[in-house]
């Protein structure tokens, strides 16, 4: 229960009854401790950290939650339930789920919202879950968390253009926006014709590194985090930078973690006809928890994608004191990064730059140590999972009010 004070300051009742409903991808692991019988559910989601974390931020603070997800695995609606948080469930079709703009999904959204019947619903992303909020008639608000113009010209496919296309519907159709980043305020803004509020993503407590990092334990280890291998996330100027990089330092190893980057993956297979594979280690999609070792074991996070709406990975490595090395005009990197004082910010286009960005700071104790640190304090003071959450809560209620 709240104390006095903070329900005051929120706004909130003494027993907190605010019931929020959250749409989104989620991770339902993480979820674990606010579930009855937690240890007999098969499904586990299909990732959304960032709104799982805040939703246990929500959680903390008294809020009743329902979250309304997709998962593949789940091929007829499933309803968890905890003491104030309920789980609903429905089928992720893997193929043709673009051909109707994700109709059949959206229909199970809706028919979860309508049983469930919350005080607003926050809806993540522009696509399935926040077109089915908007269909609901209820109080709602859309988090933006990505640029779909923006991956649609790196990615100039069918399915991109229909992510497009349930974009352009949500935002024509919603009224009430927020956004992870002031890059993705100033897109949103110019299409809606409305301000919108930045709610960053956000990490709990437990992400925090408690004691001290020191660099070169193993020898220098490089760790970069992509979901997708693709001309946006730049990684193939990372590959060819890296050869260099070994040619100074040649104990160096680069680990390859996320979607694309499994053994046998894309990655790999360009990675071999380009002869860039010595000292690369090639992991794949990994667990939160082995992310976590993974960013232990690591000396430098190198994140050269050229386009980010916010890159969660970025506050991850902050906050487990590991230095960042990302692109200067990278979407909303340079934001995150506090505009260079918490990561060293670089030109990732330039293989050269790049190589030069990864001896600088591997070389200079005093440097990584400074970014290792501010890093951390840029973490802890903007991006922790309760006090985001406090600032969503009083967003709910400025919606619900003007409703």
Known sequence: MLSESINVRLGLTPNCRLHVGIAAPIYLPLLSDYLHNADTIEVEGMGGFSVTYLVRGLLSLGVKVSVYTLDPRQTKPLLIEGSRLKVYCG???????????????????????????????????????????????????ITVRDWSLAILSYHKDLYRLGRFLMDRITLRRGRNFSVNSPYLRECVSRTVGQAVHITPNSIPAEWFLKG????GKNGLTLLSINNGFSER??????????KIVRQHLASARLLLVGHGYESDGRAVVWAQSEDLT???????????????????????????????????????????????????????????????????????????????????????????????ESGYRNALRRFNSNEVAKDVISLYHQVIEET
């Open 278 to 372: 010595d000292g690369v280690k090639f992991f794949g999609k990994n667990s939160n928890e082995e992310i976590r070792e993974l960013l232990d074991l690591s000396d430098i996070l190198v994140h050269p994608a050229l386009e980010e709406s916010f890159g969660m990975t970025l506050v991850e490595a902050m906050a487990r004191k590991v230095p960042v090395i990302a692109g200067q005009s990278s979407g909303a990197v340079p934001w995150v990064l506090s505009g260079g004082e918490a990561g060293l910010l670089v030109d990732v286009s330039s293989v050269d730059t790049l190589v030069q960005s990864i001896l600088r700071l591997a070389m200079d104790r005093g440097l990584w140590k400074s970014f290792s």
């Open 212 to 215: 001290e990092k020191e660099i």
């Open 233 to 242: 996330k730049n990684v193939g100027n990372l590959l060819k930078a890296f």
């Open 91 to 141: 089928h992720f079709r893997t193929h043709g789920r673009m051909k109707d703009l994700m109709r059949l999904e959206r229909k199970q959204l809706e028919d979860f919202m309508a049983v469930d019947d919350p005080d607003l619903i926050h809806a993540h992303w522009t696509y399935e879950y926040a077109w089915a909020a908007v269909a609901s008639g209820k109080p709602n608000l």
